[in-house]
């Protein structure tokens, strides 16, 4: 082996920057912390301003990278545009799309029949999900990667999730002394989304593969974030590792699909779920 071949460098992310949507997020956090513990620089967006400009300030604390919080609008295109417009004027390069944002309702104990049933599921919610998840991620990765494509380098990585292979098992949702229809449910949008995410990365990574962009999915399985512990022990039983995934268990994935370390994947969907998927 050569002396020089030192593969761990093609892990390293020195000098890229990276927008991540929803970055303000559990997983959008982590996502950020991922980039910048590999040296590069997160920008993470988000609606909720304040909290995107505090984490990216604690960022910058702990790994002395330029890290921003920027409060942008993913589903109005004039909003991507600004900030895709400041990250170039500022740092004049642009390397990583990680396209995280959806709505993601929780399901808390005790609560009675949410909006969430596919018999009442609204137009209003339908357009709302999908606008995020989505569409958003369409208007990011055409802003965003038509600025790829001209500069002929890039890499797009969509979060999936393990709802992007499987359907909701319902059951997990199921409360003690509540009739069928009044039990709340994993919502379609949700479903339809995280299906559709695949769908863009797979045409996204044909159409610009002549121009040195990659993209690829990730699709985890749900993060343990103290939900009631019947709910827990449920999901627990339908994964082979036995257990929810940890916040910080997806940052190595994050570091190499977004790293030169994958740099003959494209298309592809990562599947990270402790095993739920294959039995």
């Not at 982590?30 to 604690?58: C, F, M, R, V, Y």
């Not at 400041?86 to 309702?105: E, G, Q, S, W, Y």
């Not at 890499?155 to 409360?175: F, K, W």
């Not at 985890?220 to 590792?241: C, S, T, W």
Request: aromatic share 8%; with cysteine.
């Amino acid at each position: 082996m050569p002396n020089n071949y030192k593969v761990f460098d093609k892990f390293r992310l020195d000098d890229k920057v990276a927008v991540i949507t929803g970055g303000a997020g559990l997983l959008g956090m982590q996502h950020a912390l991922a980039i910048a513990e590999a040296g590069g620089t997160p920008i993470l967006w988000d609606i909720n301003k304040s909290a995107a400009i505090n984490q990216a300030k604690k960022i910058r604390k702990e790994f002395s990278v330029p890290a921003e919080g920027m409060e942008i609008d993913i589903t109005d295109k004039n909003s991507v545009k600004y900030g895709l417009g400041t990250i170039v004027k500022t740092f004049n390069r642009l390397d990583i799309l990680i396209n995280n944002a959806a709505n993601d309702p929780k399901i808390k104990k005790g609560s009675r029949k949410i909006m969430t049933r596919f018999e009442d599921f609204t137009l209003e919610l339908w357009n709302k999900d999908i606008a995020v998840g989505l569409t958003g991620a369409f208007i990011c990765s055409q802003a965003i990667g038509t600025y790829m494509a001209a500069h002929r380098k890039g890499v797009i990585l969509n979060i999936g999730s393990d709802l992007s292979i499987i359907s909701p098992d319902q059951r997990l949702y199921r409360q003690p002394n509540l009739s069928k229809y009044n039990q709340s449910v994993k919502p379609v949008s949700y479903s339809v989304i995280k299906h559709g995410i695949l769908g863009l990365t797979k045409y996204l990574a044909t159409y610009w593969a002549a121009e040195n962009i990659r993209v690829n999915a990730l699709c985890p399985a749900g993060v343990y974030d103290n939900q009631p512990e019947e709910f827990v022990n449920k999901l627990a039983q339908l994964i082979p590792m036995g257990r929810m995934a940890t916040v910080g268990d997806y940052k190595g994935a994050i570091i190499f699909l977004c790293s030169e370390a994958s740099s003959y994947m494209t298309g592809a969907c990562l599947i990270m779920d402790g095993g739920r998927t294959v039995w």
